[in-house]
């Protein structure tokens, strides 16, 4: 006998967690099939974000953020501390322990609002069945109205530098690393390299940054990653552009990572610890059985419409396993929206509005399009920057890095993207983000009131900015 559910959610992580409580809240019946296992045996909730992604990157950032400050920045305030040390030990414990209070947070959720959390590997059949299978091997049946695949993402590995323990490493042995590196190589300037990066070179490790491309961040505004370019470099981080790694060999302790640079030369690095930060694939593995009707693209994606919904009818996917940005966030509000649409509701999410948030310091965020796409696709625009040099309230804290830059089209005024690196990056583009999702003009910024001081007033500068009339920067035009 097979159990029923309306809906049976595949994946616990942001994606899958969160439209099962919606579900739930919504009267229908569900389940969710999770099979993340912690060192007990016991199911555990949260995914990638929750346990090896968002929130223990977070935990260490903050952690050398503030031993950063205590170092370095307290003096200027006149605080005087004697000798900084870090208890690595003790970082990683605090770490796991907001990863435990969450992730058992979340099952307390499902508890409260009714989800039947089924612990085991899900794969989708034929119908919307569901067969799981149990850490033991067992096997159970679930027959569901509708299903949602949240199965998330992991790591792509790259031959030349196969995943050693303890010392080629991912995101989730860099989360873990028990001694501060001397030397720390990084495959990969992307999200992950550059916040790991941060982390441990603030505890002192020598960084050293391997991206095979020739632009830094290339996807990103221009101004932004070359300030970033700028800022991480006085911080000591050593990017190196065009370098591919075309091998590794670990002896004694450490790894020689052989290097093609850009002008053709090859040389080899010597590391401590060496992470490899390439990029993340769509994790459907055994995933969905040869009948399940749901079609997986060229990538790995799995083929899904605006509304997430797949080939198969009653199938839903969301999340890092469907095309778009690999953010929490975004699996997030694609659970609530199909979790809506399941119980009948009318609903849409813009994709046009995600924020993105680095969290290096200073923080980058943006929100839209960037100058250099809106140029590409011909619309005239109109830009206006501020820069937090200017800002009373980051002179007050002592962290002036960094601007905000607000595009506007030429024409209507409508905000089209919001670029920002600086100190609360990451808090300040939520304002550019509602702005734009009310389908704001750089005036309606301009005309609305901001507390003083405080960094988000570089916003309403950024505004007052795109028609050139920025109070505390010279201005470019005289105000008619
Ligand atoms: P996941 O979180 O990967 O969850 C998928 C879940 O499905 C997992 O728990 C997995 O065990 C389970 N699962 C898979 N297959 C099956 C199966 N067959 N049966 C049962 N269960 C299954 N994003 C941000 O927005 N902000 C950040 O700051 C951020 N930082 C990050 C830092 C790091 C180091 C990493 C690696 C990622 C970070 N991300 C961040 C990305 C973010 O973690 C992902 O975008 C997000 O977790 C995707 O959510 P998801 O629900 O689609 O998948
Ligand atoms: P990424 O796509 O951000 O960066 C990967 C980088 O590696 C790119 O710059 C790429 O050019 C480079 N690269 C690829 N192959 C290479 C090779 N063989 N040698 C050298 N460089 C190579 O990927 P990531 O940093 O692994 O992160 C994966 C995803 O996780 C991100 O795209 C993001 O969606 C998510 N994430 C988000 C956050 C956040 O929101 N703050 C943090 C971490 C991760």
Redesign the pocket.
């Known amino acids: 006998m097979s159990q029923e559910f309306d809906l049976v959610v595949i994946g616990g992580g942001p994606g899958g967690y969160v439209a099962a409580i919606r579900a739930a809240q919504l009267g229908l019946k569900t389940a969710c099939v999770e099979k993340w296992t912690n060192d007990k045996g016991a199911p555990v909730l949260g995914g990638t974000c929750l346990n090896v ?2 929130i223990p ?1 977070k935990a260490l950032l903050d952690s050398t953020h503030k031993f950063h400050d205590a170092k370095h920045e307290f003096e200027s305030h006149g605080i005087n501390t004697g000798e900084v040390s870090i208890d690595v030990a003790a970082m990683l414990a605090r770490k796991n322990t907001i990863v435990d209070n969450l992730t058992m947070g979340v099952a307390g959720l499902f508890k409260a609002n009714g989800v039947t959390l089924i612990h085991g590997t899900g794969q989708l059949q034929k119908d919307r069945g569901v067969k799981v299978t149990a850490a033991n091997g067992s096997e159970s049946h679930l027959k569901a109205g509708n299903v949602i695949l949240a199965a998330g993402s992991v ?1 792509v590995t ?1 031959p ?1 530098a196969p995943l050693i323990e303890d010392i080629i490493i991912d995101n989730v042995g860099a989360l873990s690393i028990k001694q501060v590196p001397k030397r720390l190589g990084i ?7 550059l ?1 790991m990066g941060t982390i441990w070179q603030r505890l002192g490790s020598e960084v050293v940054v ?4 020739d632009n830094f961040l290339s996807t990103i505004d221009k101004d932004l990653s070359k300030e970033a370019a700028k800022c991480l470099k006085k911080q000591g981080m050593n990017i190196r552009l065009g ?3 075309t091998s590794t060999e670990v002896a004694n302790n450490e790894v020689k990572v052989a290097v093609k640079k850009a002008d053709g030369d090859s040389e080899t690095l010597t590391f401590d610890k060496l992470i490899v ?4 694939k769509p994790y459907t593995e055994g995933l969905l059985s040869a009948d399940s009707g749901v079609a997986v693209d060229g990538r790995g994606f799995v083929h899904v419409s605006t509304r997430c919904k797949t080939d198969a009818p009653g199938v839903y996917a969301i999340g890092d396993i469907v095309r778009g ?3 929490a966030h975004k699996a997030s509000e694609e659970g609530m929206m199909v979790a809506d649409i399941i119980a009948g509701h009318k609903t849409l999410m813009n994709y046009d509005c995600i924020p ?4 290096t310091h200073p923080e980058l965020a943006w929100v839209g399009k960037t100058e250099q796409e809106l140029k590409a696709e011909g619309v005239a625009i109109k830009v206006g920057k501020f820069p937090f040099t200017a800002s009373g309230r980051a002179m007050a804290a002592n962290d002036t890095q960094g601007f905000v830059k607000l595009i506007a089209d030429a024409e209507t005024d409508r905000i089209l993207g919001c670029h920002i690196i600086g100190g609360n990056a990451s808090e300040l583009i939520a304002q550019a983000v509602i702005a734009m999702e009310f389908g704001s003009s750089a005036e309606d910024l301009a005309l609305t009131v901001f507390a003083h001081p405080s960094m988000g007033e570089a916003i309403h500068e950024a505004a007052l900015a795109v028609d050139g009339h920025a109070i505390h920067m010279a201005n470019r035009k005289k105000r008619k």
């Open positions: 992604g968002c990157s790591p790259i030349s495959i990969g300037a992307g999200v992950i390299g916040e391997l991206e095979a491309m370098a591919l790694v930060a390439v990029g993340r940005p690999m953010l993105w948030v680095i969290y």
